[in-house]
């Protein structure tokens, strides 16, 4: 008999191949549609991301959190939400069927209208989406909706591949319309797994299920979350027009200071946060058991082992970008002219792969408040920086803004984190595996090749996953993490 596989299993492993399709599609899609083609997308994307941020409320986090807290039943929840969200995403579709005369105002340029336009359908479908793989997390069901990501971006890949090849004769305007075209497609395909394989499983009686105001508890947690993934969206915006200005000032052109704004955020820091997607996924497996033990023995396990795979997961990228960094740029971009930022940032960078799970826990503390509070004091000190150091001392000055930033919003979610659980770490725990950290740091330095760094990873990997075992095997009686009051 087959043995299945687990949840966590399958995340890490589901979770893997979605972040290297993804990446081969991104790179796959820039050497076809060129810089130019590259730019015109980037015009579409914040207003998409924006639409679906608004439309969306967080309503996956929300019902994964109340499903888990069992603060009422699962049909209640589930029809509360969904009466929001298309609400929401109703309001939102109207607003852009709307909003032709903005573009010309803003971009002058109004073809962004016509893929946002087609995008629509994928706002109503990726909206009720979210709310079925919230549902089915906090049931800890993982393997259905990472599986249906990874049917996504299969659809997604081969669909924009197969137009881009059919129509290569026609404009480049054309082919970014194609491209968002089959991102709603494979959105269609995600939808439908999705829809399939929970109604095979459980059956809802949608007119029978009375919700008795409920909306109302949903829209008082889901309207923080939904404010501070606005203001990273608005940061967003605002960041690199502020940049462009404070070095304009310094007598900087816009093409050099657009140039070097692309190497460090197009280049440099999606390279640093690459292993970030393995974090992420141990939060989606983490967030309902936290949420379910709240106040229980086992917490401190659960947040113990989640911590110590994220640092295995960060150390792994932290050698890649300290000693490896100009090989893999060229091996993705052909393009290597961003490595020295890379190192640069590296070893700061660390830090940041541990706020996914700060913010895990203080969402299924319900402290979404925190969460908003932590974000827009992190971003207004950022912006504010931004423009200061980038005026005073150019280049390094708009790093030094940044790696401030990333170190001010890591300790304040740390603070309130550390004030809803109250852990302490073992350093008895913890020494060996920096230590396993230390060799892996140092075999790289001393000796830098693809022999070494295979060698080192496989079998300082295998070390880190001993101690794993010996920590966490279910007969041992002690642990990574000591719980106080």
Not at 13 to 22: H, R
Not at 64 to 70: C, T, W
Not at 322 to 337: G, I, N, P, R, V
Not at 347 to 370: A, D, G, H, M
């Amino acid at each position: 008999m087959k043995k299945k596989l687990t949840n966590i299993q399958v995340i890490l492993i589901v979770g893997t191949t979605i972040k290297i399709l993804g990446l081969i599609y991104k790179v796959l899609l820039t050497r076809i549609l060129t810089i130019e083609g590259m730019r015109i997308m980037s015009f579409v994307f914040p207003t998409l991301s924006l639409v679906l941020c608004l439309s969306s409320l967080s309503m996956q986090t929300v019902v994964n959190q109340n499903i888990s807290a069992q603060l009422n039943s699962s049909k209640t929840i589930l029809k509360s939400a969904f009466r929001i969200t298309f609400i929401s995403s109703s309001i939102i579709s109207i607003f852009l069927l709307f909003s032709f005369p903005l573009y010309k105002i803003i971009y002058q340029n109004t073809f962004i209208y016509y893929p946002l336009l087609i995008c629509i359908p994928l706002v109503y479908l990726s909206n009720t989406s979210g709310l079925f793989k919230g549902y089915l997390e906090a049931n800890n069901n993982f393997k259905t909706p990472y599986f249906s990501n990874l049917y996504e971006q299969i659809a997604k890949f081969s669909v924009t591949f197969l137009l881009l090849l059919l129509f290569r004769n026609q404009s480049l305007e054309f082919q970014v319309f194609l491209c968002f075209f089959s991102l709603m497609l494979s959105e269609v395909v995600s939808f439908t797994y999705l829809l399939v394989k929970v109604k095979k499983k459980h059956r809802f009686a949608y007119k029978m299920i009375h919700t008795n105001g409920y909306e109302k508890s949903i829209l008082k947690q889901a309207l923080p979350l939904t404010l501070e993934q606005l203001a990273v969206t608005i940061t967003g915006y605002l960041e690199p027009l502020i940049f462009y200005y404070a070095m304009g000032l310094r007598g900087m052109t816009i093409y050099e200071s657009t140039l070097y704004y692309t190497k460090v955020c197009s280049y440099a820091i999606p390279l640093l946060l690459f292993a970030q997607f393995g974090v992420y996924s141990i939060t989606k497996y983490a967030f309902p058991k936290i949420t379910r033990n709240q106040g229980k023995k086992e917490l401190h396990t659960i947040l113990s082992k989640a911590f110590f795979l994220s640092f295995i997961i960060a150390a792994c990228n932290l050698v890649i970008s300290l000693f490896y960094a100009k090989e893999t740029l060229q091996l993705m971009y052909k393009d290597s002219s961003a490595y020295p930022i890379v190192e640069k940032l590296a070893i700061f960078y660390l830090l940041s792969y541990f706020n996914p799970l700060l913010i895990c826990i203080l969402q299924s503390y319900k402290q979404e408040k925190k969460l908003l509070i932590s974000s827009i004091a992190s971003y207004s000190i950022t912006l504010g920086l931004v423009f200061l150091l980038t005026y005073l001392y150019g280049e390094t000055g708009f790093l030094l803004s940044i790696l401030i930033g990333n170190f001010i919003k890591f300790s304040l979610l740390l603070f309130f984190a550390n004030r809803a659980v109250h852990f302490k770490p073992n350093l008895k725990r913890i020494l060996p595996l920096f230590c396993v950290i230390g060799v892996y740091v140092g075999m790289n330095y001393f000796h830098k090749s693809l022999f070494a760094f295979i060698t080192s990873t496989l079998l300082c990997g295998l070390l880190a996953l001993l101690l794993f075992y010996l920590f966490y095997n279910k007969n041992r009686k002690f642990s990574y993490v000591k719980m106080h009051k």
